[in-house]
């Protein structure tokens, strides 16, 4: 997500996420992002994260 902030800088390009973007009418147990995230885990598949709120936020299992 962060690397889709805008930037005045030509040279950076998005990065390309492989895949499709979720079904969010389908309801399924743990994080809708995680079929895409290259950081995913086993933990994610399931539960779904909790906000983590030190000084922002931030939902993913990865920052707990």
């Known amino acids: ?3 889709s902030i805008p930037t005045l800088r030509k040279e950076k390009k ?3 996420i492989p895949g ?3 079904d969010l009418s389908a309801t399924k147990p743990g994080c809708r992002f995680f079929d ?9 598949k399931t539960d779904p ?3 983590k709120t030190d000084s922002g936020y931030v ?3 990865l920052y707990e």
């Open 1 to 3: 997500l962060l690397n």
């Open 14 to 16: 998005l990065k390309f």
């Open 20 to 22: 499709s973007p979720p």
């Open 36 to 44: 895409r995230c290259p950081e995913a885990m086993e933990k994610c």
């Open 49 to 51: 994260p909790k906000i």
């Open 59 to 61: 939902l993913c299992w």
